[in-house]
């Protein structure tokens, strides 16, 4: 084959391997749809870049050390956030891989971390930039690879919420050009047609052209037919409701997020900070509450109204003026690639500060949700500050609490479900009978769940089937789950003896990580999205509790030793039966049924992919790549006479002579002594010789001239003139 032919050759099977690719593409444009990852950007731009790598054909190591660092590059983008191949980065590592191999072979799929599911993920699609390079370009044998890309389109369309109707239409034409090309390649072989009049003129691609646009225009012009089946997907979200590990629900991302409408089911814990607080103490990070009961989770009883809150001061007040409080301050920064479409807010929050421009706070009275808006949409802050009066509820006000509830308060807030079985109700009573006061009762409940079996659980927890009550079935049958059971069913208890409470959802306070100036810097993760209770006592407004084994109420309380009686003192005790923290047991997420469109999204916001460039570690690793780079190619020739020499003492064949002696040509025409036009190889050889005062080109070039023309091979000779090829180069090289 000329040069010309060579050209179009690699042309056309450089056009051949990326259809693979854009037929590829296909693959992981449904990711964002059918999974839980968020930027499938990354994977796209990986994808491109090992494509790239296998169609330039570089030496295997060099396309290997180019796609190891691209894969460790992005990895290092995702989740770590100290310099690439640094102690603490090896050791981290290695945790994360010990980790999930153990799982592995225990078969504990839903503990793989999204490191190590993503890292999986590149590396199929490195091995597939190999596979389809075999295929598309080596093999010419499409047909297989194509099939398979319609049948995944076809079942994603018919059985997932994927929309595959331009994904069809694309595959159609990529397929068709590439089949187009690939059977055109393989007559050209067959027929021994030259490549020339093929280069020249486009002539030939006029009918693929022309028949793949009349197709794809038919294709969008024809009368379509309505489904013989209805769509399976509604069947198949019902018939899969429940089903799960002994009767567990579906396993969720861990999360805040904002359909609570099904509760229950297992989650997978993820430690991914959402915002870092600077603030002088510990407390909840309130978002919003939700008062209405189904019997299977949490809605709000009525639309929201949002109102303007002016310069950014809050008109919300969960407590009476007459509780004692301390103005505080607090930072709210939240990480690149997170947010909440609502504030977080202490108990107290009297100002939001930190808007810009045109935004601007409102409150919904109702939910008690904060929404920051920029020229009337939605908008997510990412850094404001927060003034805040910090209660500390009086115990003995508490205790005597005796004033009546107003009607309309008694009557929204005692809300329960018709369907809620009596045996709940008959429980309330029992366990809140022997105590007189409304502060005792209240207390008897937030203890209740610290004995009696029940148990923290964030795996393994069950969803309700049919008609059973959420709280009926996690008080009587399971007594396992997490703060949405513990939460909503104190609410419930409290509610059914006409006591009114509310579910509260949002954050604890996180870890502390440092401080300064009397103020300390928390990290808040998804893992300490959190959900408790709070109840109404006319005195002092509403007051939060924490039934949550394992969780303690983050909230300040003391004693007025002034006003307090001898009597009264001792009682201090009963406050002391608090379920005590437990430091063992991660923080609760909230849970979304996963099969709501609410719930996809906060999915979508809890994904592993969250991409943060580094760009000082890029300049590093860039750095390090390019001199790697320049050390292999100064040292190129060196390395390849070795790897030539291992060939031929392994070889002992015509081929790894001819690649030899190809590679001894390329090294003289880099020392500067270059074959003439005119000039004949023995020519070439005997002006080599006479330059080194040696005969060894001469031989080796006469060997080569019979090996080509005679396909004389004498394997005797190999072992000598293979020394004669080294002792040449060590001349040439010197």
């Not at 993920?121 to 297989?144: E, P």
């Not at 430091?583 to 906060?602: F, G, I, K, Y």
């Amino acid at each position: 084959m000329n040069k010309q032919q060579n050209k179009a050759a690699i042309l056309y099977a450089t056009i051949l391997y990326f259809c693979g690719f854009f037929l590829f593409l296909e693959w992981l444009y449904p990711l964002k749809d059918i999974s839980d990852t968020n930027n499938i950007f990354i994977f796209i731009i990986y994808t491109m870049f090992c494509f790239i790598i296998s169609a330039l054909q570089l030496k295997w190591w060099i396309g290997f050390l180019l796609k190891g660092f691209g894969l460790l590059f992005i990895l290092n983008g995702l989740y770590f956030n100290v310099p690439i191949v640094s102690a603490m980065w090896i050791e981290q590592v290695q945790v994360e891989f010990v980790f999930n191999i153990q799982a592995l072979f225990s078969q504990q799929w839903y503990y793989l971390t999204p490191l190590f599911r993503s890292f999986l993920f590149l590396l199929l699609i490195w091995l597939m930039s190999y596979l389809l390079h075999y295929w598309f370009v080596q093999m010419k044998r499409i047909f297989l690879f194509v099939l398979l890309t319609f049948i995944y389109i076809t079942i994603l369309d018919t059985f997932t919420v994927y929309d595959g109707a331009m994904s069809i239409v694309r595959t159609f034409i990529v397929s068709f050009i590439a089949l187009g090309i690939a059977n055109l390649m393989k007559e050209l072989s067959q027929e021994s047609i030259h490549f020339a009049w093929v280069k020249k003129s486009p002539v030939w691609l006029m009918p693929l052209v022309v028949v793949v646009f009349i197709s794809s225009l038919i294709g969008f012009a024809a009368p379509k037919a309505e489904p013989i089946w209805p769509d399976p997907v509604p069947f198949i979200q019902s018939a899969t409701e429940n089903v799960g590990s002994n009767g567990s629900g579906p396993v969720q991302k861990v999360g805040y997020g904002e359909d609570d409408s099904r509760l229950g089911g297992s989650f997978i814990q993820d430690d991914t900070p959402v915002f870092y607080a600077r603030t002088p103490e510990r407390h909840y990070w309130r978002i919003e509450t939700k008062d209405e009961y189904t019997g299977k989770g949490w809605v709000s009883s009525s639309d929201s109204e949002y109102e303007l809150q002016l310069n950014g001061s809050i008109d919300l007040e969960t407590f009476s003026s007459n509780v004692e409080t301390e103005r505080r301050d607090a930072l709210v920064e939240f990480q690149e690639n997170e947010s909440i479409n609502k504030l977080v807010y202490p108990y107290g929050i009297s100002q939001v500060e930190g808007l810009e421009g045109e935004e601007a706070v409102f409150l919904d009275q109702q939910s008690d949700a904060i929404e920051a808006r920029r020229s009337g949409e939605v908008t997510n802050l990412t850094t404001y500050q927060l003034t805040y009066d910090h209660p500390s509820f009086e115990l003995n006000e508490l205790r005597e609490s005796s004033e009546p509830y107003r009607d309309e308060l008694l009557e929204h807030y005692t809300q329960l479900p018709d369907t809620l079985p009596g045996r709940v109700v008959d429980l309330a009573e029992e366990i809140t009978n022997p105590h007189e006061t409304r502060y005792e009762k209240v207390k008897a409940v937030e203890r209740y769940f610290a004995s009696n079996d029940f148990e923290y659980r964030t795996t393994d927890v069950p969803v309700p089937r049919g008609d059973q009550d959420y709280v009926d079935q996690f008080l009587f049958d399971s007594r396992i789950g997490y703060c949405d059971n513990f939460s909503t069913s104190m609410v419930v208890l409290l509610r059914a003896i006409d006591i009114p409470a509310r579910w509260v959802k949002g954050f604890t306070s996180g870890q502390l990580i440092g401080g300064e100036n009397a103020t300390e810097l928390y990290e808040v993760t998804n893992g300490n999205a959190h959900s408790w209770v709070e109840v109404y006592f006319p005195e002092t407004g509403w007051v939060p509790f924490e039934p949550t084994q394992g969780f303690s109420n983050l909230s300040d309380f003391h004693v007025d030793i002034d006003n307090a009686s001898n009597t009264d003192l001792p009682q201090t005790e009963d406050d002391a039966l608090e379920a005590p923290e437990r430091n063992d047991l991660p923080e609760q997420p909230e849970s979304d049924v996963p099969t709501d469109e609410a719930a996809e999204q906060e999915s979508d916001q809890t994904d592993g992919t969250n991409f943060t460039f580094k760009w000082w570690y890029a300049a590093i690793l860039v750095a390090l790549i390019v001199i790697i780079g320049i050390g292999i190619y100064k040292t190129r020739f060196r390395w390849q006479t070795k790897a030539l020499a291992v060939k031929m003492k392994n070889g002992q064949d015509a081929k790894s002579f001819q690649e030899a002696y190809h590679h001894l040509i390329k090294l003289l025409r880099h020392y500067g002594y270059t074959k003439d036009p005119d000039q004949t190889l023995r020519e070439f050889a005997n002006r080599i010789d006479i330059h080194y005062s040696t005969d060894e080109m001469g031989q080796l070039t006469s060997y080569y001239e019979r090996l080509l023309y005679k396909n004389e091979l004498n394997e005797s000779q190999l072992n000598e003139l293979t020394q004669l090829w080294k002792n040449l180069i060590k001349r040439i090289m010197g």
